[in-house]
């Protein structure tokens, strides 16, 4: 039979769609157990391939015949070999091109709505890492927000809407992705913002962001305006954008809310994160959307592959919106932190200016599922 190659953009479209395939992951168990292709209708098998080096004849019973199976490993060879091994017992499987690292790399633009006076927004989902980013479009002029390192997806996609990026925008400074913001503002002769009280040790030229900041895009003046909103940084800043959409950062997900410990503060911390959601987003409409700069799981996605819901929706079903008691809170968010981030140090030294990591050397850096979030 034969070995098919398989692009990430076609796993990130099942995946969104639900459909219902078969992975065979040959990496190691702690690597598949840590991080994963994850979707509502896909089933799994994880077999190291140091264990199928004899063959893969003890492990033919597992595969399933009646449904599409795809293999990955890491980087892609792996799993190119051991498709090959399932082709000569006659099966037809497919084999992620570029491995898990493609898959991390692979970002999904959807439209998420209509601006006032005819602009557009949009979300780029970064479904293997967990990260959104937006873009915002209003004639001939665009706005980038949250930017990753894929800088030419978003220049390109700009350019396919005949925009031209003006404004890059930074919610926080990052650590569990290395931002693409500053180099996109640098290709595109465009602004590049950062909260100033995360930019005390950044070691390039950026335009600080401050509470109540207007920033215009296009003719039809879609207003841009930075709300103040510290708890996962101490400089994270919120974006209402337009009268109608959140943009929370690292601040409020849909399914949980804001780590407050990345830079090792989350006892002093903590609070400023329950001020921000519990004062703060308190006085915004429940009308607005919320589009927050990650999701933890794939059930987050809408049925048209958006991450976003109403603030009031989550006010209502977002356990960490519901707790009273400041204390309980406390102890809620300082207990339940999940493992720091992969190379979380060295990214936000390289977010900072201060690391100039290879290509190579990024993707390393970036490998695993983002851990933005209180468990």
């Not at 091109?97 to 780029?124: C, I, R, T």
């Not at 390039?204 to 940084?233: C, M, N, R, W």
């Not at 006892?267 to 927050?292: C, F, H, M, N, Q």
Request: charged share 25%.
């Amino acid at each position: 039979m034969s070995v098919i190659e398989v692009q990430a953009s076609e796993i990130a479209g099942k995946a969104i769609r639900k459909e219902n395939f078969f992975i065979l992951d040959v990496r190691n168990k702690d690597d598949f157990d840590d991080w994963k292709i994850e979707g509502e209708n896909i089933e799994y098998l994880n077999v190291p391939y140091f264990e199928l080096l004899d063959g893969v004849e003890e492990i033919l019973d597992q595969i399933p015949t009646d449904k599409e199976v795809i293999v990955v490993c890491a980087k892609e060879g792996s799993s190119v070999m051991v498709a090959e091994m399932l082709a000569e017992h006659g099966r037809t499987v497919g084999y992620l091109k570029g491995g898990m690292k493609a898959w991390s790399e692979h970002l999904v633009p959807v439209k998420v709505g209509d601006l006032n006076n005819g602009g557009e927004l949009y979300q780029f989902v970064r479904i293997g890492k967990g990260c959104l980013s937006y873009m915002a479009v209003s004639n001939g002029e665009a706005a980038l927000f949250d930017a990753t390192r894929m800088t030419d997806v978003f220049i390109e996609f700009a350019e396919s809407k005949g925009a031209t990026i003006k404004h890059v925008f930074d919610t926080h400074l990052h650590a569990d992705h290395i931002s693409g913001g500053r180099l996109i503002a640098e290709k595109t002769s465009a602004t590049y913002w950062l909260p100033p009280k995360d930019a005390g040790e950044v070691v390039f030229q950026y335009e600080p962001l401050e509470d109540g900041d207007e920033i215009v895009i296009g003719s039809t003046k879609i207003s841009i305006e930075a709300l103040y909103s510290p708890g996962h940084t101490i400089g994270s800043t919120s974006f209402v954008l337009d009268d109608q959409y959140l943009l929370t950062g690292d601040i409020l997900f849909i399914d949980s809310i804001g780590r407050p410990d990345l830079a090792g503060l989350a006892e002093d911390w903590v609070g400023d994160l329950r001020e921000t959601l519990y004062a703060r987003y308190k006085e915004l409409s429940d009308e607005l959307i919320v589009l927050p700069a990650h999701f933890m799981i794939m059930e987050e996605l809408n049925d048209d592959g958006t991450v976003a819901k109403k603030l009031g929706e989550l006010y209502a079903s977002n356990h960490g919106l519901n707790i009273a008691d400041e204390e309980e809170f406390r102890q809620m968010v300082t207990k339940n932190l999940p493992p720091q981030p992969n190379a979380y140090q060295e990214i936000r030294l390289t977010n900072m200016g201060k690391l100039k990591p290879d290509e190579d050397q990024q993707r390393e850096m970036e490998i695993g599922p983002n851990r933005c979030a209180v468990r």
